[in-house]
């Protein structure tokens, strides 16, 4: 794992209500990360202000579902 993906999981996992490394496989929403639609706001505009990225929320729609998908698309405008 790259040390930017690294760094965008421990993030991830500070605005997730969960205990410990953030699971991949984990649902955002729900059952798994169980993140708020503010937490998660503030998650994507805290990424974008760490790394100096602009992101398109058209492109955090429904079909991102787990932490690797979200993940994998931030990583996108990050390494851009």
């Known amino acids: 794992m790259s040390d930017t993906k690294a760094a965008i999981y421990t993030l991830l996992g500070k605005?997730?209500?969960v205990?410990?490394?953030v699971d991949p496989d984990a649902l955002i929403f729900g059952d798994g990360l169980n993140m708020s639609?503010?937490?998660f706001t503030?998650?994507?505009?805290?990424v974008e202000?760490?790394?100096d990225a602009t992101i398109m929320v058209e492109d955090l729609g429904?079909?991102?579902?787990t932490a690797e998908q979200?993940?994998?698309?931030?990583?996108?405008y990050v390494e851009g």
């Open 37 to 39: 639609s503010i937490s």
């Open 49 to 51: 202000d760490d790394f």
């Open 15 to 17: 605005f997730a209500k």
């Open 42 to 46: 503030e998650f994507v505009l805290k």
């Open 19 to 21: 205990d410990g490394p």
């Open 70 to 76: 979200l993940v994998s698309t931030l990583m996108e």
């Open 62 to 65: 429904e079909d991102i579902k």
